[in-house]
T-cell receptor, first 115, second 112 residues
Framework: EAGVAQSPRYKIIEKRQSVAFWCNPI?????LYWYQQILGQGPKLLIQ????????DSQLPKDRFSAERLKGVDSTLKIQPAKLEDSAVYLC?????????????FGPGTRLTVL | QKEVEQDPGPLSVPEGAIVSLNCTYS??????FMWYRQYSRKGPELLMY????GNKEDGRFTAQVDKSSKYISLFIRDSQPSDSATYLC????????????FGAGTRLFVKA
């Protein structure tokens, strides 16, 4: 079974530029998550999708971050404009559902450096 | 106060040692307690999860949850160099509150 795919793996941009990350979840997984992991911290949920609907985006900085999940499969996360404090690893995860407990499977992440 | 507190370490032990990793939390609504392992430049992978209080064992790993003290632990017996990684505790309230809250992670080094 293929895992969660993410691209690019690394990205370096200057502040005020825009950047986009892509995620392909495990086939059949209805729930998709985007996390931000700053160095030395645990992952923080940015947005959670159930199929192509948003379940939780309470911690997404909506003035600069946006995410979409078209057709309930792939997802993109965009930052525009980027700030220095956005330097982090952006992790995508997926799970089969969201009833009770469902194991989340993580991709390798995209390491973003904002200069 | 953070919802989940975890000592970031690093923790360095000799091969074969018993390792104890711990987290405390403040939200009494948490019902699901997970331990993830994260190798350098990789995404986290689930090691174990426990529902409510009690112990759970899987090979060399034992997870303990004490809800009365809001304290969870992961024990690793006969630690191996391949166990060197960051261990993240994570918690969720489950039904009605699916957000998973992660601790900061403890970096573990097992020396051969």
């Amino acid at each position: 079974e293929a895992g969660v795919a993410q691209s690019p793996r690394y990205k370096i941009i200057e502040k005020r530029q825009s950047v986009a990350f892509w995620c392909n979840p495990i086939s059949g997984h209805a729930t998709l998550y985007w996390y931000q992991q700053i160095l030395g911290q645990g992952p923080k949920l940015l947005i959670q999708f159930q199929n192509n609907g948003v379940v939780d985006d309470s911690q997404l900085p909506k003035d600069r971050f946006s995410a979409e999940r078209l057709k309930g499969v792939d997802s993109t996360l965009k930052i525009q404009p980027a700030k220095l404090e956005d330097s982090a690893v952006y992790l995508c995860a997926s799970s089969f559902g969201q009833i009770s407990y469902n194991e989340q499977f993580f991709g390798p992440g995209t390491r973003l450096t904002v200069l | 106060q953070k919802e989940v507190e975890q000592d970031p370490g690093p923790l360095s032990v000799p091969e074969g040692a018993i390792v104890s990793l711990n987290c405390t939390y403040s939200n009494s609504a948490f019902q699901y307690f997970m331990w993830y392992r994260q190798y350098s430049r990789k995404g986290p992978e689930l090691l174990m999860y426990t529902y409510s209080s009690g112990n759970k064992e899987d090979g060399r790993f034992t997870a303990q949850v004490d809800k009365s003290s809001k304290y969870i632990s992961l024990f690793i017996r006969d630690s191996q160099p391949s166990d060197s990684a960051t261990y993240l505790c994570a918690m969720s309230a489950g039904t009605g509150g699916f957000k998973t809250i992660f601790g900061a992670g403890t970096r573990l080094f097992v020396k051969a």
